[in-house]
């Protein structure tokens, strides 16, 4: 059985105690939506590539016709002098080994250098149609929950009751094992189709926690054209009722 | 391929040909309920955990809203004087390799203590609503069942004619090519919903056995919940028939 | 990943070059009635036992409540002085990987008793209810073909059109490269229930290539047992049409 | 874990940077008609076969009854004094892990005779039943991509926009991280059925970029068939509406 691979595009990377933020694919796209982002803004350089035969055996095409694999890539930025990687893709496993491996991958590189704190970010499915601006999180310790607190994160006793599935909550799990922090930071999202709204509310709250400022502006254009798709969407079906298909129990399930 | 991860909590675990107790997620929750309500009673200390990617990539949230990983535990505790192990967890394994390779893993721990004999406790789903008391046995030597029968256990020919799929089972037939004495303790159960009645006529039966009494109100307690529960449902929906959807063949295969 | 398990039950097995004969479950059971009923006539001596996590996660209770794992089961017995090894078992693999695997571990064992030719013994599904004598064949040689031919097997140019899957056909496939000669003989049968009429068949040919001659009394029971059952649900359910639940065409293609 | 294996028919195989044509099963089976017509038309010589625990466990049956296990095959044949490698074969993975396996091992087999340019082959479902001479590419190289236009190649902004999955777009990708030039030739089908319509242009496409002809006798037969069964069954069953069954989502994914 092939393993999934790392590949280094630098081998000299000098990195002092990054903090990693992890943006995968999952409800929403929250998560992803927040973690390319912060990428693009902070003109984060891409430093390494992970490929899996536990992703979908698929490529992607680019707009020039090129193709590439699916893949999980880092980038490293830096944010008030600190440095900061992100961890976005395509794609999180489609098996449950493969969930776990990449994991173990994930953290052995945090430890290499030195990560003392790790974001996941994510969706929570309210199963709901309005807008919260509410950010939930869970962590791996106590104390850092208290910490965490202070910048408005709500934390709700036993929530999310069905847990959390994929990498943002084996992450957070996992990491404690290895003597590192970790959060995982949730926006509120109905749940049922790509919500960069709630991406800006992840968004300022982790700029709070990173004392830093960066323009929203392409993720404030991405809300807007899915308002006034939905909206689209609304004055189409609303005489037969309710617009969107309502996601199975199984999707509400998912955090990522 | 990542494989199961065992962690020992205490190195220097000294134990006399301890006995093992699994109660493991199944059919009615019967064995689990049963082996964690014996973990509390006794007090037993967490000694071991086990991860494995063959449980869902999932984590689960505490009521501080830390969260920890899908894993197996085993504890130690004492009754009698004598050392039992008690194998409990929140998931099986989710594909059949890996009931395989978790169920082998077990057994090296039970050679490496030199267990004498293993007690798997679980459910036998009889499609039936009513409520019986009797406690099923199927084990892995002969002259143990004419001494099993000796507390009550009732050994059916060739019963369950399903066979018994996933850990309770299997940790019984393979733990005689190592030489250790194994039985399977069946609640009879509806199958339906967590059955804490059930439990409490294996609890009683197993305490027998090891010649220990126990406190039962908790479970008492829950036994009083579900009832009051299924009450409920019966009010509501008499009218239009039966109150509980009816498990598939599927799962009353399963025994756990 | 844990593999596939050989446990050889004698340690000084000296066989002549023996003819491997195997009859796993598949189409109509009728491969596994015909090797399991020369087991017992043959009075062959159980040598080695396969276990696998490619087989279900699952017990088998004994009539006297002892369990056994799943496994395959390889037999010695002796037929006009002549060595034989027969392969029978509870179940095929139940993964594509798996029958790949075990399908080499017994090419491995047929290699190192230098087995000369493989019979594997199977049914091939007609769809129709009436009876046919007829036994099917194809083997991994011309000449073997034009051999068997003599003993009233019949060869029909690409049949089965669909190939065959599993254990059956694999064996005769890839023994080619090992140097072994092999071929698998079908017998013909609706295919929607075991069939022990079709076993009768297909028995009576290998009896007459083995040049023996064995009790059929016990399999011609089982014939009428099951006559008597189809006539019963035909009479119960003829006003209402067609007895049998029809197979998939998922469930004809497999041969086993 | 069982893996694929390359069984080498020649020893002595010597090529001077032979150019790579892979056209495994997919859409439409226009990449396999073409490659296997080639084959054919250029008198290629087998000199390796796969075989693979990622392939169905079915063996196949030749005209004379002889079976032969799935496989996929290299050949070697020569156009314009050039060496050209053919990669075909009955199936591709089953699993996503065995597409990423199969696709390292073939490029494996791609660098140790230095191919310099891969050309993947397939068929690009237009869901359509009109049929479009067309052939859509894409590359794993700007420069690549502009050489191939030059032959009438359409190459579409951001085309297929769902991805390539199988063999044809995974080769393609990761052939750029071995250093060598990658191409995908699509020809547009309709995507229910059998296609050589499709491959006839595919065909006539390769050949202008070899600067080679071959009579293609034998592919226009098996369109006239295939049209003369589309015929019928528009006959058949026009008047309740669309003959064909419509592919879903999924099946138009597919591009092999």
Redesign the interface.
């Given at each position: 059985?092939?393993?999934s691979t790392l590949?280094r595009l630098k081998n000299d990377l000098e990195l002092k105690k990054p903090i990693l933020v992890v943006g995968l694919p999952g409800v929403g796209l929250v998560g992803k939506l927040v973690a390319e982002h912060l990428v693009d803004e902070l003109e984060a350089e891409k430093v390494m590539e992970v490929y899996?035969?536990?992703?979908?055996?698929?490529?992607?095409?680019?707009?020039?016709?090129?193709?590439?694999?699916v893949s999980n890539i880092i980038y490293h930025g830096k944010a008030n002098g600190k440095d900061i990687l992100f961890l976005v893709g395509d794609h999180q496993?489609?098996?449950?080994?493969g969930?776990?491996?990449l994991?173990?991958l994930y953290l052995d590189i945090a430890e290499e250098f030195e990560v003392p704190i790790i974001y996941t970010l994510g969706g929570y499915p309210t199963g709901k149609l309005t807008y919260e601006e509410t950010v939930l999180?869970?962590?791996?310790?106590?104390k850092l929950?208290e910490e965490i607190k202070k910048y408005g994160v709500e934390?709700?006793?036993?929530?999310?009751?069905g847990?959390?599935?994929?990498a943002s909550?084996?992450l957070?799990?996992?990491s404690r094992?290895r003597g590192i922090d970790a959060v995982?930071l949730m926006g509120m999202t109905p749940g049922y189709l790509m919500d960069p709204k709630s991406a800006q509310s992840l968004l300022k709250l982790l700029c709070k926690i990173f004392e830093i400022e960066v323009n929203t502006d392409s993720l404030q254009k991405k809300a807007e054209e899915m308002e006034s798709i939905l909206e689209k969407l609304k004055e189409k079906e609303e005489p037969q009722g309710f617009p969107v298909v309502k996601p199975t129990d199984e999707d509400l399930r998912y955090i990522g």
């Open positions: 059985m092939q393993q590949v899996s035969p536990h992703f979908p055996p698929q490529v992607l095409v680019n707009k020039d016709c090129t193709v590439r694999p496993s489609t098996t449950s080994q969930h776990y491996e994991c173990s999180g869970v962590a791996n310790d106590i929950i934390f709700r006793e036993s929530e999310p009751s847990g959390i599935v994929g909550g084996l957070v799990a996992f094992m995982c």
